[in-house]
C-alpha cells in the first residue's frame, strides 16, 4: 500500500471515530431512557472498534513491516480506549462483569446484543466504503471473501484465543485501580504485544463481536470452525478468569 492510500486509510479511521463521537454525545445527551441509551452508547461503541479494525488490517503489510501496523494498533487502541469510556465493546467483557455480579444478565443480555449489532452495522458500513472503490486495497478486500485468518490447526488457534482472552480479561481486572489514563496505555501496549504474538496465527481478536465483524465469510462458510475459535475460546477463557479471581485466589490470600 503507497503513502497516499495509507493516508486516505487514516482519514477513513478517523472520521469514522468524529462520526461516532458525535452520535455518542446525541445519545447522552437527548437519550434520557435508560435501558435505549444503553444500547446505543454500547452499540456506537463497538461499531467505532469493529469499522476502524477492519479498515486497519488492510495495513498490515505497510512497510516496515511489522511496525507501522503494530505502531497503528497501539494509537488507534489508545485513542478508542480515550473515546470510548464507560463502554465494554467486548461480549467477553460483558461476560466478565456478569459473572462478577456488576450487572444483571438482563442488562449483560442488552450489552452484547448491542456489541452484536454494532459489528454487523460496522461490517455493512466499510463494506459500503470498499464499494466505492477509492482506492485499490478497498476493491481487493471486498472481492476476498474469507481471507482465512486462522494459520495454524484448529486445536491450537482454540487454545491462542483460549489464552489470549484469559490474559486479557485477568489484566483488565487487575488494572482497576490504576489511574484511567495510564490504564488506557497499558492496555494498549498489552493488545499490541498479544497482536504481535499471535496476529500471524490467529489474528488474536478475542473480541467474538470483533471477530464476526472481521470474518463474516468465514463464519458463513465454516461456521463451527469458526465459532469454536473465536466465540466459545474467549468466552471460557472468561468463565475461567472468574473462577480464578472470584473463588480460587479469595481463597489462597
Known amino acids: 500500500m503507497v503513502l497516499n492510500e495509507t493516508c486516505i486509510s487514516l482519514v477513513l479511521m478517523t472520521g469514522t471515530m468524529m462520526l461516532v463521537g458525535g452520535c455518542r454525545k446525541l445519545t447522552r445527551h437527548h437519550m434520557h431512557s435508560r435501558r435505549p441509551r444503553t444500547f446505543l452508547l454500547e452499540l456506537f461503541a463497538t461499531f467505532q472498534i469493529c469499522a476502524c479494525t477492519n479498515e486497519l488490517r488492510l495495513l498490515a503489510n505497510v512497510q516496515p513491516k511489522p511496525h507501522v501496523a503494530l505502531a497503528l494498533t497501539y494509537g488507534f487502541t489508545v485513542l478508542h480506549g480515550l473515546t470510548l469510556t464507560g463502554s465494554t465493546c467486548n461480549p467477553c467483557g460483558t461476560l466478565q462483569q456478569i459473572l462478577d455480579g456488576g ?141 480464578v479471581w472470584g473463588e480460587i485466589l479469595p481463597l489462597i490470600f
Open 103 to 243: 450487572i444483571s444478565v438482563k442488562q449483560g443480555g442488552l450489552k452484547m446484543g448491542a456489541q452484536f449489532a454494532g459489528a454487523v452495522l460496522a461490517r455493512i458500513y466499510i463494506h459500503y466504503i470498499w464499494s466505492m472503490g477509492i482506492i485499490e486495497v478497498h476493491s481487493e478486500a471486498l472481492a476476498e471473501g474469507c481471507s482465512n485468518p486462522i494459520q495454524t490447526t484448529e486445536t491450537q488457534a482454540f487454545c491462542i484465543e483460549l489464552l489470549f482472552s484469559t490474559v486479557f480479561q485477568l489484566t483488565i481486572l487487575q488494572f482497576e485501580a490504576v489511574k484511567p489514563r495510564l490504564r488506557v496505555h497499558l492496555i494498549a501496549l498489552l493488545i499490541t504485544m498479544l497482536v504481535y504474538a499471535g496476529g500471524n496465527l490467529t489474528g488474536a481478536i478475542f473480541n467474538p463481536a470483533l471477530a464476526f465483524s472481521l470474518h463474516a465469510s468465514c463464519f458463513h462458510e465454516k461456521f463451527w470452525d469458526y465459532s469454536l475459535v473465536y466465540w466459545m475460546a474467549p468466552s471460557l477463557g472468561t468463565v475461567l478468569v472468574a473462577i
